[in-house]
Each structure stands twice: as C-alpha cells, then as structure tokens.
C-alpha cells in the first residue's frame, strides 16, 4: 500500500468508510474512493476521513474500459461495494451489481499487477450444513437468499478462472459498529435495539422456530467493524495470504446475549420481547453461525479480538448515543 494510490469500492458504506478511517489513521490518504452516492446518508461517512479522489462506481468501470491514466498509480484494490440486502428480490440487480462489476473489476486488476482484496460473505455458507470452513470445497455450498448467491457466483468464477490463490476474498460475518447507520433494515441489532431502547425501554427478538434453540438463543458470529478492518489490512499487506478467509471473532454468541449488552451500556435492567418470526423469513434463517477463522491465524493475524460486551459498549457510548461517525 506504500506503493501507489489505493482503491476503495463501496468507500462510502460501512465497511469501506472504516477501512479508510483506519488507513488515515495509519497515514494512508493516497485513496481513490468509487461508491454510488445516491438518497440515503452514507455520504456523512465520507465527510471526516482523508482521501484523494471520489467517483461514482459506474464511472470507474467506463474509466478503467477507456484506459485512461487516472487509474494508473492504483497498486491494491478493496473491492467493498455491494448491494448487502439480504431481502432484495431482484436477481437481475444482484448479478449485475455483485457478480458482474467483480468480475469486470478482478479482472482489470489482476492484469495490471494489483493486490486485490475483496468482500464476500458468511451468507454463501448458508445453512451451516456443509460447514463454515473457509479451506473446504465451495462448490457444496447452498446460500439461503440471492445476496449469498450472487457473492458465491463470484467466488466460484474466481475459483474456476484460476486467480482465487492469487487474491483475497473476505466471508464477512455479522460485522457491526459505527458508519452503518444509513443502512436502515440491514444495520445491526445494535443499532435497532438502541433505538428501540429510546422509544419503547424494551427490545424485540424473533422467536425460535428451531427446537433446537430457546428463544433468543439463535447464535451469531458477532463482530466489531474495527476488528473486521484490522482482519482486511493484514490480508492486504500479506501478499502470501490468498484465497477465501472466514473473518469473524471466532465465537458464538447469542441474540440474548448482545442484547443484555446493550442493555448493561446504557445501565437499564434488559427488557425482552419476543415475536413471531414472518413465514418469509423462517426457511430464509441460519440459527447458528461461528467462523472458522484458524486460516487467518495461520498467515500470522495474532491480535486478539476485542470482546462482544466491550465492542457493545463502546459502539453505544462512543458513537451511537453521541451520533458520532468514525474519525468525527
């Protein structure tokens, strides 16, 4: 990254605006940011951090066909941007946007000589039935809703055109934390409960419809953005690290569990209630997800994660109650 200008797709959203908070952080503002600024907030993400240029995602793809030199001093690529909704119906969106920008984008990349990280997802691993291992055949793999599916279409293209082990994909799992709040029904329970806290002095949780799990005992791989973002950069600075990592805290925990949490960080006695869950949802849902994340390990990531109770409270103190956006 102390080589030429770096390339953040999606530098507007969550993910993407932390990665570059912490890259200033680290010194880093020779940042290209690409991202589709459209009705929402997400630009307020933007607004604290240090970067080079903007331009919007479509541009990008019509500035790399053109061959222009604007691109030329890009030396690594975080390719973040995506539609995350895991409620979005339309197929034809999903493609274009999560398949085919990647491929065109990997592509590009990879011929030019870049170090390319990208976002995949803990959704591709659907169910659980086949396991949550980042090292094991993904062929096998069945997603639950047209999100994961358009992330696995891309991982299994990288696999079969043979540059898998020459890049980074990342199976994000249940990331939460500050610069995600214009993400509306996709935002973390956090965020939700926290709201729901201020109006109601209770929270809401599906009921299980498993009878292997008690009601707000479904379980999640819960983990805090900043965690998330060191877990990408060393991906990034470790060019021997290539293939899919599983990147989550490597723990379980359950809704009940998170809520009490926020419960304890703004010191009010935890207040549960528990609905049903809609029929839509219910053959949709994964009761338990925990990544895998010794292959991380192995490449020498050796930073402790920070634990669930901390993440909450200081994601509730520090951000939310304040409405802080990082680096504001």
Known sequence: MKKGKILVTGGAGFIGSALIWELNQRGFDNILVADFLEEDDKYQNLVPLRFDDYMEADELINTIDEHTILLNDIK??????????????????LTQNNYEFSKHLAHWALSHGMRFVYASTAATYGDGSQGMNDEGDIQPLRPLNMYGYSKQLFDLHAQKRGFLDKVAGIKYFNVFGPNEYHKEDMRSLVHKAYKQIEETGQVKLFKSHNPDYADGEQKRDFLYIKDAINMTLHLADTKTANGLFNVGSGEANTWNTLVGGIFKALGKPTNIEYIDMPESLRDKYQYYTCADIAKIRSTGYDIPMTPLEDAVKEYVQDYIAPNKHLGS
Request: aromatic share 12%; hydrophobic share 20%.
């Open 76 to 93: 690594t690529v975080f390719h973040l941007g995506a539609c995350s909704s895991t409620t979005e119906k339309d197929g034809r969106y």
